[in-house]
Nanobody, 118 residues
Framework: QVQLVESGGGSVQAGGSLRLSCVVS????????MGWFRQAPGKEREVVAT???????DYADSVKGRFTISRDNGKSSVYLQMNSLKPQDTAMYYC????????????WGQGTQVTVSS
């Protein structure tokens, strides 16, 4: 069974930075598409950033220019560097695996909380 374990969340002031990490226990990791999602209280889950096996990336408009998704296939890990954080970035952040790159994320981590204070 595939496991995803996130880390790196925390509390920061607006303008600060955090780096989220997600380790994935899948032998197919290098061929998988990966994504970071977030869900704030009372809101629907939304995609933040995605990265495919060719290292192509995509971002939600709300984080473009501030967040960077990356991956290290040797470490079976995906990262989310978050800069210039805003209070509206406060949410639980999840990494997820899309095995066949069909935008169908079937494996999810437990989440890591990010709180940004003004």
């Amino acid at each position: 069974q595939v496991q995803l374990v996130e880390s790196g969340g925390g509390s920061v002031q607006a303008g600060g930075s955090l780096r989220l990490s997600c380790v994935v226990s899948a032998y197919t990791f290098s061929a998988d598409c990966m994504g970071w999602f977030r869900q704030a209280p009372g809101k629907e889950r939304e995609v933040v950033a995605t990265i495919d096996s060719a290292f192509s990336t995509d971002y939600a408009d709300s984080v473009k220019g501030r967040f960077t998704i990356s991956r290290d296939n040797g470490k079976s890990s995906v990262y989310l560097q978050m800069n210039s954080l805003k209070p509206q970035d406060t949410a639980m952040y999840y990494c997820a695996r899309d095995r066949y790159c069909l935008r169908q994320y079937s494996s999810w981590g437990q989440g890591t909380q990010v709180t940004v204070s003004s």
